[in-house]
């Protein structure tokens, strides 16, 4: 069975920080790119970084440069999605997913998609 699963979604303090992780069953991480997605409430699911097959990286928020940061580390099939001083409105529910082909923010592009998990950051 093809799964992804994310962790480490929490409650934060603004400024705070969270590491969050995907780990992949059933397929090889490092055959395929991998993003990270968010839904915040009321919004649309939105692209937020993809890593490719060679490792570079790729980021789709503007509010999120220089703060998240995407990692990979294939001997353990999982991807990682750093993030630092954290805001408000970066509360939402994080996805990851795979796409067999390059880098995209566009969700109907990627085929297995995790269950998601929330990030919180409040006061």
């Known amino acids: 069975q093809l799964q992804l699963v994310e962790s480490g979604g929490g409650l934060v303090q603004p400024g705070g920080s969270l590491r969050l992780s995907c780990t992949a069953s059933?397929?090889?991480?490092?055959?395929?790119?991998i993003g990270w997605f968010r839904r915040a409430p009321g919004k649309e699911r939105e692209g937020v970084m993809c890593t490719s097959l060679t490792l570079g990286v790729y980021q789709y928020l503007n509010s999120a440069k220089g703060r998240f940061t995407m990692s990979r580390d294939n001997a353990k099939n999982t991807a990682y999605l750093e993030m630092k001083d954290l805001q408000p409105e970066d509360t939402a529910i994080y996805y990851c997913a795979r796409r067999d082909g390059g880098c995209s923010p566009y969700e109907h592009w990627y085929d297995v998609w995790g269950q998601g998990t929330q990030v919180s950051v409040s006061s």
């Open positions: 059933g397929f090889t991480l490092g055959e395929y790119v």
